[in-house]
């Protein structure tokens, strides 16, 4: 309903009708083929399965929860920038896409809903890659770098261990999660890298720099790790916190 009018009160009074009808929404419900579970000895066994179940259902998104797909999993932007230590970098991918989310599964996990703390092992099924638009500047292992183009890397064999931390609070008389942080340590068995138009496109010097990365692989990845734990764990903790923030406790955990 638009508001009209030209009192300063009368806008107000608009705005203030608009949040009381917000507050006041219905609580969402759990998406159609993601699988519930109760809060019993099984607790643990269930989730497992009912997270590794919904990979490929949220790998399109959920629309009725504002979330989007995950598998592509469009990333505006993440910088990676290491002053010190063998790898000196500002590197930058911008409007990429990580591909492969949907091939995962849970090894392992272990549920605290008293105090809402979950840890556990998530693995995958196939390769991880990131790919788009990339700029670099700096140093690799003592030799300069520098370039603009596109960018493939794939992460071989990745274990999530995952750690999130939340709280549970009242609002509008339901009790909802208000999850906190969403930790992730990243390990992988290869990491394979190409970037295009190293060196304004010299193809001898590029050739050789994506050789030299692709054989330094681990001591780059060791450099590189906890940016991409830092990105994408601040990524998943927006996804994470926007599902419980919309769906009450117990429509997720069944009494």
Same mark, same amino acid.
């Given at each position: ?31 159609? %083929?993601?699988?519930?579970? #109760?809060? !019993? ?28 797909? *995950? ?5 505006? /932007?993440?910088?990676?920038? $290491? ?16 591909? @492969? ?7 392992? *996990?272990?549920? !605290? ?6 840890? @556990?092992?998530?693995?995958?099924? @196939?390769?991880? &890659?990131?790919? %788009?638009?990339?700029? *670099? ?12 183009? $596109?960018?493939? *890397?794939?992460?071989?064999? =990745? ?5 999130? &931390? @939340? ?29 295009? /138009? ?8 590029? !050739?050789?720099?994506? /050789? ?9 990845? #060791? ?14 903790? $927006? ?5 419980? $923030? ?7 955990? =069944?009494?």
């Amino acid at each position: 309903m638009a508001c009209s009018g030209r009192a300063a009160w009368a806008l107000i009074a608009c705005f203030c009708v608009a949040v009381a009808a917000s507050a006041r929404a219905a609580p969402a419900e759990v998406p159609d %083929g993601l699988k519930l579970c #109760r809060q !019993d000895d099984n607790l643990d066994a269930c989730i497992k399965d009912a997270v590794t179940a919904a990979f490929p259902v949220v790998a399109d998104g959920l629309p009725t929860l504002s979330i989007p797909s *995950i598998d592509p999993l469009d990333i505006k /932007n993440l910088v990676i920038g $290491q002053g010190s230590g063998p790898v000196k970098i500002n590197l930058e991918f911008y409007d990429c896409q990580l591909l @492969g989310l949907k091939d995962a599964y849970m090894e392992s *996990i272990h549920a !605290d809903l008293e105090n809402f703390k979950i840890t @556990g092992r998530v693995k995958f099924n @196939g390769p991880i &890659r990131i790919r %788009g638009p990339y700029k *670099i500047q700096g140093s690799v292992l003592l030799l300069p770098i520098n370039g603009d183009g $596109q960018t493939n *890397i794939t992460l071989n064999n =990745l274990i999530a261990d995952i750690d999130i &931390r @939340g709280e549970r609070i009242t609002k509008n008389g339901l009790e909802y999660v208000k999850i906190d942080t969403f930790g992730l340590m990243l390990t992988v068995s290869h990491l394979q890298m190409h970037f295009t /138009n190293l060196f304004n496109g010299d193809k001898a010097l590029g !050739d050789t720099m994506n /050789n030299f990365l692709n054989e330094n692989w681990s001591e780059i990845y #060791r450099e590189l790790n906890p940016a991409f734990e830092q990105t994408l764990g601040a990524i998943f903790l $927006q996804i994470t916190a926007r599902f419980f $923030q919309k769906v009450p406790f117990d429509k997720v955990f =069944l009494k």
